[in-house]
T-cell receptor, first 114, second 115 residues
């Protein structure tokens, strides 16, 4: 069965410092993985997705993630945090190969201080 | 344009009321989804429609009744809800259901409060 585990429920950084949000996955086949962001009282916005093409995936707003099969990880990074990055981040895996149903991680709250 | 719209933004209803949530997309997507999100929790899939037909029902109570009148519109009819049904209801759409490279695009959600 597919699953994702977000290793930190809360990450705090200072503005201008790097961001690392960690996600490990479990999959019986090559997974499709996503990072979504949710700002307070808003819907979910797709940051980036991995679908077995390049292992380093670039997304919107300067975020990127690297798919590492040997480590079963898909960590999200950003070189320099901005105040507007404060939000909830979800690592997501597709439930099965044939469909688009998604399985969400529990989320990581990113706080950015000035 | 990757916009999914949802109305209303907020809804307060009593346990005996009947109300409906509406979701619309004009991206030509043929798959649409309803999710429920409780506070501080990830979204949970409720229903999936593919080409206007219900393809997945994740054992959702019958007090929630989805409807897909056409390829652009998805409704969620609510009746006799319980206070524990209070949540953010998210709609999403994707090009299709069966292609693993498709992306789901989410609407802003309807914040539902059941009194």
């Amino acid at each position: 069965a597919q699953s994702v585990t977000q290793l930190d429920s809360h990450v705090s950084v200072s503005e201008g410092t790097p961001v690392l949000l960690r996600c490990n996955y479990s999959s019986s086949y090559s997974p499709s993985l996503f990072w979504y962001v949710q700002h307070p009282n808003k819907g979910l916005q797709l940051l980036l997705k991995y679908t077995s093409a390049a292992t380093l995936v670039k997304g919107i707003n300067g975020f990127e993630a690297e798919f590492k099969k040997s480590e079963t990880s898909f960590h999200l990074t950003k070189p320099s945090a901005h105040m507007s990055d404060a939000a909830e981040y979800f690592c997501v895996v597709r439930k099965n190969q044939a469909g688009t149903a998604l399985i969400f991680g529990k989320g990581t709250t990113l706080s950015v201080s000035s | 344009d990757t916009e999914v719209t949802q109305t209303p933004k907020h809804l307060v209803m009593g346990m005996t009321n009947k109300k409906s949530l509406k979701c619309e997309q004009h991206m030509g997507h043929r798959a649409m989804y309803w999710y429920k999100q409780k506070a501080k929790k990830p979204p949970e899939l409720m229903f999936v429609y593919s080409y206007e037909k219900l393809s997945i029902n994740e054992s959702v109570p019958s007090r929630f009744s989805p409807e897909c009148p056409n390829s652009s519109l998805l409704n969620l009819h609510l009746h006799a809800l319980q206070p524990e049904d209070s949540a953010l209801y998210l709609c999403a759409s994707s090009r299709t259901v069966g292609v693993n490279t498709d992306t789901q695009y989410f609407g802003p959600g309807t914040r539902l409060t059941v009194l």
